[in-house]
């Protein structure tokens, strides 16, 4: 059996996401926060007893606030992707097949309190090609450098998932 050696806990989700191989010659960009003016209306919906139709009110909610994103003048289109992700790197599923060692510039929108758009340099550690699609790539990533601001984004956003996943019951003890 193989021993567990992550450091942070890792949580299933789905969020705008884009990934682009990063030339040589921009080998030396660093993680970062978007300095971007983005304005979203970032009220939490009312818990409701009925779990399914508040999951579907939140998706919902999400593709408005992406659309208000849209017409932002500095706005890249993203695409909602499935991901795993923690404070120290992610998988996802690309169609792009990309190499060990190779590096990524991954930008992701945090559904926090308020929105946060990051920039993450990563390293690309795994590709396992998914065998029942051709042209479709497991690609595990190893984020660079990031910051400690960027770290804590990122684990507050693990945190709140993991909430909410329990049902948003969290007790001291």
Known sequence: MKKNTRKYSRV?????????????????????????????DSMR???LEDKDLYAWLSAINSKLDMLLLSQQENFVEMNFKPL???ASGMRFTARQRFEVGDLLEIKIVLHVNPHKVLYLIAAVIRVEQVSFKLNSYNIAVKFMDISDEIKNELLKY????????????????
């Open 84 to 86: 795993n992700i923690s």
């Open 45 to 47: 919906l009312p818990e």
């Open 158 to 173: 693990d945190f709140s998932r993991q909430v909410e996943f329990m049902g948003g019951k969290l007790e001291a003890k």
């Open 12 to 40: 299933n989700t789905y969020m705008p996401f884009d990934a682009r191989l990063l030339p040589p010659e921009e080998h030396g960009l660093k993680s970062r926060i978007s300095d971007d003016d983005i304005i979203i």
